[in-house]
Protein backbone atom coordinates (compact mmCIF):
# COMPACT_ATOMS: atom_id res chain seq x y z
CA UNK A 1 0.00 0.00 0.00
CA UNK A 2 0.91 3.67 -0.95
CA UNK A 3 1.07 6.19 1.98
CA UNK A 4 1.96 10.08 2.00
CA UNK A 5 3.62 11.17 4.71
CA UNK A 6 2.72 14.90 5.02
CA UNK A 7 4.82 16.64 7.72
CA UNK A 8 3.34 19.86 9.03
CA UNK A 9 5.47 21.97 11.43
CA UNK A 10 5.54 25.53 12.54
CA UNK A 11 7.43 27.82 10.93
CA UNK A 12 7.99 30.80 13.13
CA UNK A 13 9.95 28.40 14.87
CA UNK A 14 11.81 26.77 12.66
CA UNK A 15 15.94 27.44 12.84
CA UNK A 16 17.29 29.79 10.55
CA UNK A 17 19.01 28.60 7.46
CA UNK A 18 22.43 28.36 7.15
CA UNK A 19 22.95 27.48 11.40
CA UNK A 20 24.10 24.72 12.99
CA UNK A 21 20.70 23.90 14.01
CA UNK A 22 19.94 24.33 10.45
CA UNK A 23 22.20 21.97 9.55
CA UNK A 24 21.41 18.79 12.32
CA UNK A 25 17.89 18.92 11.13
CA UNK A 26 18.92 18.43 7.61
CA UNK A 27 21.20 15.68 8.44
CA UNK A 28 18.28 14.08 9.81
CA UNK A 29 16.35 13.99 7.23
CA UNK A 30 19.20 12.90 4.73
CA UNK A 31 19.71 10.41 7.29
CA UNK A 32 15.80 9.24 7.24
CA UNK A 33 15.76 9.39 3.32
CA UNK A 34 19.01 7.12 3.24
CA UNK A 35 17.33 4.97 5.42
CA UNK A 36 14.01 4.70 3.66
CA UNK A 37 15.24 4.66 -0.11
CA UNK A 38 18.16 1.40 1.52
CA UNK A 39 14.99 -0.07 3.00
CA UNK A 40 12.99 -0.03 -0.79
CA UNK A 41 9.95 1.46 0.27
CA UNK A 42 10.77 4.99 -0.74
CA UNK A 43 8.49 5.69 -3.92
CA UNK A 44 9.37 9.60 -4.16
CA UNK A 45 8.47 13.05 -1.86
CA UNK A 46 9.61 16.36 -1.72
CA UNK A 47 10.12 19.87 0.00
CA UNK A 48 8.25 22.82 -0.27
CA UNK A 49 9.65 26.89 -0.16
CA UNK A 50 8.01 28.53 3.19
CA UNK A 51 4.11 29.03 2.80
CA UNK A 52 4.65 32.94 2.21
CA UNK A 53 5.37 31.46 -1.55
CA UNK A 54 2.08 29.50 -1.54
CA UNK A 55 -0.85 30.72 -3.89
CA UNK A 56 -4.09 29.06 -3.72
CA UNK A 57 -6.60 29.03 -6.78
CA UNK A 58 -10.62 28.07 -6.26
CA UNK A 59 -13.60 28.62 -8.99
CA UNK A 60 -16.36 30.32 -8.06
CA UNK A 61 -19.01 30.66 -9.73
CA UNK A 62 -17.19 30.48 -12.49
CA UNK A 63 -14.17 32.98 -11.91
CA UNK A 64 -11.24 32.02 -11.03
CA UNK A 65 -10.04 33.72 -7.23
CA UNK A 66 -5.72 33.59 -6.75
CA UNK A 67 -5.11 34.04 -3.21
CA UNK A 68 -1.24 34.78 -2.11
CA UNK A 69 -1.38 32.92 1.02
CA UNK A 70 -2.52 28.80 1.64
CA UNK A 71 -5.48 26.88 1.49
CA UNK A 72 -5.49 26.40 5.04
CA UNK A 73 -4.87 29.25 7.93
CA UNK A 74 -3.03 26.92 10.46
CA UNK A 75 -0.23 27.37 12.65
CA UNK A 76 1.47 24.33 11.13
CA UNK A 77 1.78 24.57 7.56
CA UNK A 78 2.59 21.82 5.22
CA UNK A 79 6.62 21.34 4.27
CA UNK A 80 7.13 18.52 2.35
CA UNK A 81 6.03 14.71 2.19
CA UNK A 82 7.38 11.22 1.25
CA UNK A 83 5.86 8.75 -0.69
CA UNK A 84 6.27 5.40 0.87
CA UNK A 85 4.69 1.70 0.12
CA UNK A 86 4.72 -0.46 3.16
CA UNK A 87 2.38 -3.31 4.20
CA UNK A 88 -0.19 -1.62 5.95
CA UNK A 89 -1.16 1.28 7.90
CA UNK A 90 0.46 0.33 11.20
CA UNK A 91 4.08 -0.06 9.21
CA UNK A 92 2.97 3.12 7.28
CA UNK A 93 2.76 4.73 11.52
CA UNK A 94 6.10 3.13 12.29
CA UNK A 95 7.74 4.94 9.15
CA UNK A 96 6.01 8.31 9.92
CA UNK A 97 7.50 7.91 13.75
CA UNK A 98 11.16 7.73 12.60
CA UNK A 99 10.62 11.09 10.26
CA UNK A 100 12.50 14.14 12.12
CA UNK A 101 9.19 16.19 11.43
CA UNK A 102 7.19 14.13 14.02
CA UNK A 103 9.75 15.65 16.87
CA UNK A 104 9.16 18.92 15.27
CA UNK A 105 5.73 19.06 14.43
CA UNK A 106 3.37 16.87 13.06
CA UNK A 107 3.17 14.16 10.47
CA UNK A 108 -0.18 13.18 8.86
CA UNK A 109 -0.09 9.83 7.69
CA UNK A 110 -2.18 9.41 4.00
CA UNK A 111 -3.28 6.39 2.37
CA UNK A 112 -2.58 6.95 -1.58
CA UNK A 113 -5.36 6.11 -3.76
CA UNK A 114 -4.78 3.27 -6.13
CA UNK A 115 -5.99 3.59 -9.79
CA UNK A 116 -5.16 0.24 -10.98
Do not use: C, N
Amino acid sequence: MKFALLIYSDESVAPMPETPEAQRVFDEYLGFTTGITERGISRGGEAFHDSGTATTVQVVDGEVVVTDAPAVDSRETLGGFYLIEVPDKAAAVAVAAELPGSRYGSVEVRRVWSWE
